[in-house]
Every structure is written in structure tokens, then in C-alpha cells.
């Protein structure tokens, strides 16, 4: 890898050291019989520790110039995909595994979120996410409402399961070493939670309801549906709250009711 051109443009930043990657997988949980999901190989330093720790590993790598170091590495209970993760439905990334799976990955920052939202969003079997992301990410993600990191990010994230950053990784960890600390962020999907739910519907609602975070509930929401229709369904301090200062329950609950209007 000493020769190896480090490309911007797929955000490459790579771990080597061996207590961190152990630290990964245990704090994925994996076990002998779980099938991983793994989203950005890099050099495979972590792939080779997933290989060690879990029966099946699905690593997506869009960087096809890692093809023979990867593939040189002869993992036999891997299987490499090279090409752009994003690109790929999530039925076909499914079909790979036999059972419900396990998300562990060292994201590239400039598209975590859209990661997370796919895997969410329209991932079947996924049953967590352990990710190395920013940590001003992560802390978004975990943040309680009433405060500027709460957002659409934070609701949707809860709706489908539990976060919790499970360590702080220092930005000397990596090499090229990025201009910002990581954290690792586990996440326990959980898809029953709120299983009565149009998820869809309720991602374009909570948008709606940051939409302009500065303004109250009420102007936001009314874009949707009637001024007068949200004062005679809801009370008026509630139409006077901002958004970030609704909880996920509240959020659910007005959105229920929106529904009916």
C-alpha cells in the first residue's frame, strides 16, 4: 500500500491499528454465526478482522484501484463488490445473505447520511449499524431535543431503532489523518417500534417540520395542511413550539393526527 494514491473524492481516510479494529468488532457484537455488511474495504485491514469474528462478509468497495490488494488478502468467507454502494438496490444487497445482517463500516464522511438513510430506510434484514462517522455526526444523532443538534437526523434515526456512541476515535487514528475526531456509533434497529407507521409519509412530514427551524411548528407544517385545520386539532402552546423542541413521541403523535385532518 506504500505506493497506493489516497483519493479525496471517495473520502478515504484508513484504520491500521489492531486494538481499534478489535474494539470495532466487539462493539458490533459479532459472533461466529452473524453475516456482516461492510461499506468502504479501504486496504480490508478492517474486512480481515470482520472475516476473523463473523461467518459471512459482504464488503462493497467503489475504489476498483484496491481490487488486487483486496482480493490478495483471500479471505474465504468474504465476497468483495466493487463498485458504488449507493448505485445498488438494497433487495440485491439482501440476496447476498442468508439471514438478518449486521452493518459494520468506517463510513466516508461526505456521504454518511445518505448511507444511513438507505440502510434505514429500505433495508429489510438489517438488524444494526456499528459505523465509524464524525463525530459531530454522531453527536446529532444521539442529541436530546431542545437543543441545536437536533434534527431530522436525529428523529428518523430514533424512529428506527436506539443510538449510542460506544467510543471517540482521534483523528491520528487515521491515515491520511482527516481534520476532525470520529466516533463510533452502534445503532439497534428495532422495526416494530413504530411498525403502524408510513415510514415514507413520516420522513416527508418531519421534514416539513424542519423545513425552517427557526420558525414555529405552525408555519412550518402549514405548507401541508390548513393554518385552521392545525389550530382546531392541536393545542396552542404546542403550535408555538419550534420544532427541535418536540420529542419523538410528540413528533409521532402529531403526525397521527395530521393524518386525520
Not at 439471514?99 to 463510513?107: D, G, R
Not at 440502510?119 to 454522531?138: F, H, N, P
Not at 427551524?213 to 408555538?240: P, Q
Request: with cysteine; aromatic share 10%.
Amino acid at each position: 500500500m506504500k505506493d497506493f494514491v489516497f483519493k479525496k473524492k471517495f473520502g478515504q481516510n484508513f484504520i491500521s491499528d489492531k486494538n481499534l479494529l478489535e474494539a470495532i468488532a466487539n462493539d458490533a457484537e459479532i459472533d461466529k454465526d452473524d453475516e456482516i455488511l461492510e461499506i468502504g474495504a479501504g486496504a480490508g485491514s478492517l474486512t480481515r478482522v470482520l472475516s476473523e469474528h463473523a461467518k459471512k462478509v459482504v464488503s462493497f468497495e467503489i475504489d476498483r484501484d484496491l481490487q488486487k490488494e483486496l482480493l490478495s488478502l483471500n479471505l474465504k468467507n468474504t465476497e468483495f463488490v466493487f463498485g458504488d454502494f449507493m448505485n445498488v438496490k438494497m433487495q440485491d444487497v439482501e440476496e447476498k445473505f442468508d439471514k438478518p445482517y449486521k452493518v459494520v463500516a468506517n463510513l466516508p464522511y461526505y456521504i454518511t447520511t445518505p448511507i444511513i438513510f438507505k440502510l434505514l430506510e429500505e433495508g429489510q434484514k438489517v438488524q444494526s449499524l456499528t459505523i465509524m462517522v464524525q463525530k459531530e455526526v454522531a453527536e446529532r444523532v444521539c442529541a436530546k431535543f431542545g437543543g441545536k443538534n437536533y434534527g431530522i437526523l436525529t428523529v428518523m434515526v430514533n424512529f428506527y431503532g436506539t443510538p449510542k456512541i460506544t467510543r471517540i476515535i482521534g483523528r491520528q487514528m487515521f491515515y491520511p489523518q482527516p481534520n476532525v475526531d470520529s466516533a463510533l456509533l452502534h445503532i439497534k434497529i428495532d422495526r416494530n417500534k413504530f411498525g403502524g407507521i408510513d415510514r415514507q409519509k413520516f420522513l416527508e412530514f418531519i421534514k416539513t417540520c424542519f423545513s425552517m427551524r427557526r420558525k414555529t411548528i405552525l408555519n412550518n407544517l402549514s405548507s401541508r395542511y390548513g393554518k385552521n385545520e392545525l389550530k382546531s386539532v392541536f393545542d396552542e402552546e404546542n403550535l408555538k413550539k419550534r420544532p427541535e423542541q418536540f420529542s419523538l413521541q410528540e413528533f409521532v403523535s402529531l403526525f397521527e393526527k395530521c393524518e386525520r385532518l
